[in-house]
Each structure stands twice: as structure tokens, then as C-alpha cells.
């Protein structure tokens, strides 16, 4: 029922910025968790940052300070500002939300940061 857009990603050098967006078919507040993932070659898939109920940014250790999480809910979009990128933060990155306890995942967006 719920679908995920996501868009954003590409190729930057190191210390430019990218800002990823995951368009959702319903408001941001609404769903009980959304959260940014990202997976590195030959990595797990990590969660990176995310939302309780809209609200309460909370962040990985690895992102920060440089990394900010926010929602829209006038465009049903959430956003990952990414600032000082490295090439340690190359990877596929992915929007998740959650409601009802049932999980959504978006198809990702690539994003690699030269050396």
C-alpha cells in the first residue's frame, strides 16, 4: 500500500554535500519509523539515521554531526542532508518506514564519493 521514491544520490567529491530524498505516498508523520539505511560494498546494510513518528532525529555514530534526517509532511517527503562526505561513506543508500509493524523499503540510490 505504502510506496517509497527515492532520489538524490550520484557521484561527489570528497567533502561536497548531496541531499537524498524518499518521496512516501502518505505523510511522513504518519508512519511509526522511517529510517535511512545505506550498505557498502561488500558490507551489512546499516542504519544510519531516522524518525519516531515524524519527530526525534537520532543518528549513527559514523554520520554524526554530518548527516541531518527531516520530514515534509506538507510533501510527504523525508530528506538526508549529507555534508563532509568521505569515500567511506560510498554505498547504496535506502529509506525504510514502518506502520502498523508492517516494513517498506525504497530501491535505493547510489551514492559514491571520490577520493
Known amino acids: 500500500q505504502v510506496q517509497l521514491v527515492e532520489s538524490g544520490g550520484g557521484l561527489v567529491q570528497t567533502g561536497g554535500s548531496l541531499r537524498l530524498s524518499c518521496a512516501a505516498s502518505e505523510s511522513i508523520s504518519s508512519f511509526n519509523f522511517m529510517g535511512w539505511y545505506r550498505q557498502a560494498p561488500g558490507k551489512q546494510r546499516e542504519l544510519i539515521a531516522w524518525?519516531?513518528?515524524?519527530?526525534?532525529?537520532t543518528y549513527a555514530e559514523s554520520v554524526k554531526g554530518r548527516f541531518a534526517i527531516s520530514g515534509d509532511n506538507a510533501k510527504n517527503t523525508a530528506y538526508l542532508q549529507m555534508n563532509s562526505l568521505t569515500p567511506e561513506d560510498t554505498g547504496v543508500y535506502y529509506c525504510?518506514?514502518?506502520?502498523?509493524?508492517?516494513?517498506?523499503w525504497g530501491q535505493g540510490t547510489q551514492v559514491t564519493v571520490s577520493s
Open positions: 524518525l519516531i513518528n515524524g519527530n526525534w532525529p
Open positions: 525504510k518506514v514502518e506502520k502498523q509493524r508492517q516494513p517498506v
